[in-house]
Every structure is written in structure tokens, then in C-alpha cells.
């Protein structure tokens, strides 16, 4: 049984790495965001009531995300253990967390911390594109087009992401240095915190993190 956290700045490659650990050890993935993409796709009220947060890259309110975490762990099942991703991004969130947790008798296995410099995420976030037509993504530098600013699939047009513009990653990343980064103190002191390179390739710094849990 594993219960993990990962937690990591917009763009910090959590995504990519989390896709991966819940494959090894066939976790159930909690991922508030994927949570609200759902609900406002199905214009429910929830989803109704957080676009106006998630459309701008703002945190919806503590309560109502603490409200969905809770139903979410008293109904799911996660034989294998889960992986909550996306949440908790404040502190008062890991409070009601550790409650919801008592109160099911579970402990968290270990918080994994994915570390990138703010230069380094920019500078990837920069160079992402995705194709108009057929969504397919690359990078400038790390995976370009064979015709710049062309698909390879479809020919289609590639543009810049409304949450990739300059703009958008900024204000994540204040949100995160002021709500979220004091979540790293919370989780060190309480002896759970495993903070990894997150500027190695994807590769490495996956068998880092398994290498890692092996050990718990
Ligand atoms: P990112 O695109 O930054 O990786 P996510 O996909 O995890 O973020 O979440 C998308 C959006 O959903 C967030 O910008 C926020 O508006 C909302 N959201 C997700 N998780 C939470 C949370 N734990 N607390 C508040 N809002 C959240
Ligand atoms: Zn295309």
C-alpha cells in the first residue's frame, strides 16, 4: 500500500512522472484539477462555480476543493494505495487532509517534491507549442517541428497555450511560492518530504523516485 503527494510548480513535470509511478504500482490518481476540468466540461454546479477560478489560474476556495478531496477518499477505491496530485496546494488543505486521513485510518507512504528553478520553467514554458488542428505538442528547443511553426502530422498551425503565455505561468508561480511552498516545511517536519532534481531528464529522475520508494 502506497499513499503519495507529489507536489511541484506549474510545468515542474509532476504530470509526467505521476503517470508513470500510477502504472508501476497501480495507484488510484486523484488529481483536482483533472477533477474540475470534468465538472466544468459537464457545466455542473461545481464546475459552473470554479471556471471563473480555473480560467484565470486561480485556487478555488479551500472549502469546496477539501468538500470534493473528502467525498473522493470516502468512495473511491484504492487497493494499491493512491496518489493525490494537485492537491494539497495550501496549507489549510493539508490540515483537512490529515483529517479526512485520521478519520479513514490511512498515513500518508511519502510526499515526492519535484524541484525546478523558476529561470528553467519559464524557459520551457516559452518554448511549448501545440499544434491548432490536431493538438499535438512539441518544444522549440527540446522537441521542434521538422517546419517551424508547422505540425509534422497535420500541417496544422502551431500556437502558444493560453496557460503557456508569460502572464499565465507568472501568476502560477506566485500563487504556488506564496500558497503552496510553505506546504514543503509541513510535510519535511513531519518526516515525509522527498524532494528530486527536477531539471534531470524524465527518464533519471524516475528511477530516482522508485529507487527512492523501494526503501519505504
Ligand atoms: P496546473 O495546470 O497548474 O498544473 P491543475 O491541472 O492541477 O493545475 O489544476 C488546474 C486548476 O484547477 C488550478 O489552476 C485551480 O484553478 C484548480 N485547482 C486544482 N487543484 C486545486 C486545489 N487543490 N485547490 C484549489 N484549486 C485547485
Ligand atoms: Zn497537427
Given at each position: 500500500m502506497l499513499n503519495l503527494l507529489i507536489l511541484g510548480k506549474p510545468g515542474a513535470g509532476k504530470g509526467t512522472q505521476a503517470a508513470k509511478l500510477l502504472k508501476h504500482y497501480h495507484l488510484t490518481h486523484i488529481s483536482t484539477g483533472d477533477i474540475y476540468r470534468e465538472e466544468i466540461a459537464n457545466k455542473t454546479p461545481i464546475g459552473i462555480m470554479a471556471s471563473q477560478y480555473v480560467q484565470k489560474g486561480f485556487l478555488v476556495p479551500d472549502d469546496i476543493t477539501n468538500d470534493i478531496v473528502e467525498k473522493v477518499l470516502h468512495e473511491k477505491e484504492y487497493p494499491h494505495g493512491f496518489m493525490l496530485d494537485g492537491?494539497?496546494?495550501t496549507r489549510s488543505q493539508a490540515e483537512a487532509l490529515d483529517h479526512v486521513l485520521a478519520g479513514l485510518k490511512i498515513s500518508l507512504t511519502a510526499v515526492i517534491n519535484i524541484d525546478v528553478s523558476d529561470d528553467v520553467l519559464l524557459r520551457r514554458m516559452a518554448g511549448r507549442r501545440v499544434c491548432s488542428n490536431c493538438q499535438e505538442t512539441y518544444h522549440i528547443d527540446y522537441h521542434p517541428p521538422?517546419?517551424?511553426?508547422?505540425?509534422?502530422?497535420?500541417?496544422g498551425k502551431l500556437i502558444q497555450r493560453e496557460d503557456d503565455l508569460e502572464s499565465s505561468v507568472l501568476n502560477r508561480l506566485s500563487i504556488y511560492n506564496e500558497k503552496t511552498k510553505p506546504l514543503l516545511d509541513y510535510y519535511e517536519e513531519k518526516g515525509l518530504l522527498m524532494t528530486f532534481?527536477?531539471?534531470?531528464s524524465a527518464g533519471t529522475l524516475y528511477k530516482h523516485i522508485i529507487q527512492h520508494l523501494e526503501g519505504k
Open positions: 492537491y494539497p496546494r521538422m517546419t517551424p511553426g508547422i505540425c509534422d502530422v497535420c500541417g532534481d527536477g531539471e534531470l
